[in-house]
C-alpha cells in the first residue's frame, strides 16, 4: 500500500465525517465492483448520494473535481445503477464531488460540489 492509496484513504474518512456532520447518513463506503467503486453512498433524508471524493496534496494536477470526466461519470452512473438493482427506489439519486485538500497544519481543506453531475 503507498502513499497514494495511503492519501485517497485518509480523503474518504474526512469526506465521510463531512457528509455526516452535514446531516446525512452513510450507507456505504468503497463498493467495489470488477469494474469500479463508488467511494460513499449516503442517504440525505430520501434522496440517494453517489459521492466521489477526490484528494490532492497539491494543485500540481489540477483541481480534484476535473478528474471526474464524462467517462468517469457514465461509470458512476452505471455503478449506481448496479448498487440499487434489488433495493427500493430512492427518492431521487444525486451525484456529489467532494475534494479533500490534506493542510500540512490544521483539518483539510474540502469542497463540496452537490449536484455535480
Request: aromatic share 8%; hydrophobic share 40%; proline share 4%.
Amino acid at each position: 500500500m503507498g502513499a497514494r492509496n495511503g492519501v485517497g484513504r485518509y480523503g474518504e474518512r474526512v469526506a465521510a465525517r463531512y457528509l455526516a456532520e452535514a446531516g446525512m447518513r452513510i450507507v456505504a463506503r468503497n463498493w467495489r465492483r470488477r469494474y469500479g467503486e463508488l467511494d460513499i453512498i449516503a442517504a440525505d433524508g430520501d434522496v440517494l448520494v453517489i459521492c466521489e471524493v477526490k484528494t490532492r496534496r497539491g494543485a500540481g494536477y489540477g483541481h480534484p473535481a476535473e478528474a471526474i470526466t464524462l467517462r468517469k461519470q457514465d461509470q458512476l452512473r452505471s455503478l449506481a445503477s448496479r448498487w440499487l438493482d434489488g433495493r427500493p427506489e430512492p427518492g431521487a439519486v444525486r451525484f456529489d464531488v467532494l475534494s479533500v485538500w490534506p493542510q500540512r497544519r490544521g483539518p483539510a481543506k474540502v469542497e463540496y460540489l452537490r449536484g455535480a453531475f
